[in-house]
């Protein structure tokens, strides 16, 4: 049987094809295991993804690093996805304008509250600043807050998986939170859920009805998109 | 097919001017979000979204979770760390998730209903007192 040298094998692992052919079968395969397991929150496909890639990754013996040459090219899209977010937020104009109040209100409560509860448990609990840093910006959704996270000293990798924990955090709390506020509002219960937990928020909305989910859309790009400049700006007045 | 590449040009040309600005550090904000925000300023004042546009978008939102994967395998180089400060980090990311709920939802709330009682007062003058003894 021929066999791998192994450079050969260093140089196949760093390849995109074997990086991204990976990635893009593990995330197939959580897709499939949460069907599995009916749809359950718990069974994130992106954390499903995330734990089957590090573990194929650590079987093999390939670094993060050789991963990362040829996964980059994925991680780049996350760029442009983020852009495109803007679409989405344009067919949803008339909407802002007709719920201005409601969403101001919400992100002028949500915001602020969310940046705070974070940093404010993580120092009261004994983190370290990059830790705390790390955390900040994990009410903006994943590609965003991983651009926050960067641009102010945090841990972007961390913040990745701890925004996409918090989105199944949020989405496993918010139904019954709500339900004992005695919310009956759908439109309060989508921006909520889109405001506090993202994208998990807004599958978790969209079982309730077309609204709430369109709702937790607009929140959750309202909210990524003004985190980012809130973070930063009132980091560089802090200093 | 040409309209395809137009709008992929177009979500790139602004993640660039994004990147730049960002990289300038004219605004402390990330590179990709300026883009959006530039982004969503071009189709507005163009007045219309194009089908091609509207379709890069739907499928690259489609596989957003997919995208995050590679970020997140990063974090088998922070184990130690999240195991260390594993209780400030669960704390403020499942209670401060749930803390931030809580006040959106109360505030959210308050507005809506609100907005629903004095549009009950807009319909109909006389009866919101009866209504809201009746609440």
């Known amino acids: 049987m021929p066999r791998l040298d192994p450079t050969g094998w260093l140089t196949l692992a760093q390849h995109p094809a074997m990086a991204v052919g990976l990635t893009v079968i593990a995330f197939f395969l959580a897709i499939r295991i949460q069907r599995l397991g009916r749809g359950s929150v718990l069974l994130n496909p992106t954390l499903v993804a995330i734990t089957i890639t590090a573990a194929c990754l650590h079987a093999l013996g390939i670094t993060y690093e050789t991963y990362m040459k040829g996964a980059g090219f994925m991680h780049f899209l996350l760029g442009p996805a983020v852009v495109v977010l803007a679409i989405p937020l344009y067919r949803q104009t008339p909407l802002i304008i007709s719920s201005g109040r409601l969403l101001g209100a919400s992100l002028a409560i949500g915001l602020p509250v969310g940046i705070i509860t974070a940093v404010g448990i993580a120092w009261a609990l004994g983190a370290t600043s990059e830790t705390i840093l790390t955390l900040a910006p994990k009410g903006a959704t994943s590609g965003i807050s991983i651009g926050v996270s960067e641009k102010i000293g945090g841990i972007p990798v961390l913040t990745a998986v701890l925004v996409i924990c918090t989105g199944v955090s949020g989405a496993i709390v918010g139904p019954p939170i709500m339900r004992a506020l005695g919310v009956t509002d759908h439109r309060v219960f989508g921006v909520t859920m889109g405001i506090s937990a993202h994208g998990q928020g807004i599958a978790e909305a969209f079982k309730v009805s077309e609204v709430a989910g369109a709702f937790a859309g607009l929140g959750m790009a309202l909210n990524g998109v003004l985190t980012a400049m809130v973070i930063p700006i009132s980091m560089t007045l802090i200093r | ?135």
């Open chain 2, 1 to 135: 097919m040409v309209p395809m590449l137009c709008a992929l040009a177009n979500v790139m040309a602004w993640l660039c001017a994004g990147e730049i600005l960002s990289r300038l550090n004219i605004v402390p904000v990330p590179g990709p979000v300026i883009g959006l925000i530039l982004l969503y300023c071009h189709i507005s004042l163009e007045g219309k979204l194009s089908e091609e546009l509207g379709a890069v978008s739907d499928r690259l939102l489609q596989f957003l979770g997919m995208l995050f994967v590679p970020a997140g395998v990063g974090v088998v180089g922070h184990l130690d760390r999240m195991s260390a400060e594993a209780l400030p980090i669960a704390g403020a990311v499942i209670g401060g998730t749930a803390v931030t709920i809580l006040a959106t939802a109360f505030a959210a709330d308050r507005i809506s209903g609100r907005a629903a009682s004095s549009r009950a007062k807009l319909e109909s003058n006389g009866q919101v007192e009866v209504q809201d003894a009746a609440a």
